[in-house]
Nanobody
């Protein structure tokens, strides 16, 4: 099976920075896209940023110029560097691995996976 384990997050003052990491483990052959989503209280989960296996990126308008997504394909790890944080960035952040190709015994399987979520709170 495949697991995504997140690290980082916490409490930061407005204007501060945080870095999130998400490592995928298992008998992984490849991962198409990896991304970050967030869900604030009372709101739906929304895309923050996504990066493909070739390094193409896409960002939500609300984070463009402040957040940077990156990826280490050799480590199956995705990062989110968050700068100039605002109170409205407060949310539980989730990483996602889309179309993961992996070995399950003698079989190749494909699936989508989510991390456990980590709280990011921006407050003075």
């Amino acid at each position: 099976q495949v697991q995504l384990v997140q690290s980082g997050g916490g409490l930061v003052q407005p204007g501060g920075s945080l870095r999130l990491s998400c490592a995928a483990s298992g008998s992984i052959v490849s991962i198409d896209a990896m991304g970050w989503y967030r869900q604030a209280p009372g709101k739906e989960r929304e895309l923050v940023a996504v990066i493909t296996s070739t390094g193409s990126t896409n960002y939500a308008d609300s984070v463009k110029g402040r957040f940077t997504i990156s990826r280490d394909n050799a480590k199956n790890t995705v990062y989110l560097q968050m700068n100039s944080l605002k109170p409205e960035d407060t949310a539980v952040h989730y990483c996602n691995a889309d179309s993961v190709l992996y070995w399950s015994g003698p079989y190749l399987r494909r699936g989508d996976y989510w991390g456990q979520g980590t709280q990011v709170t921006v407050s003075s």
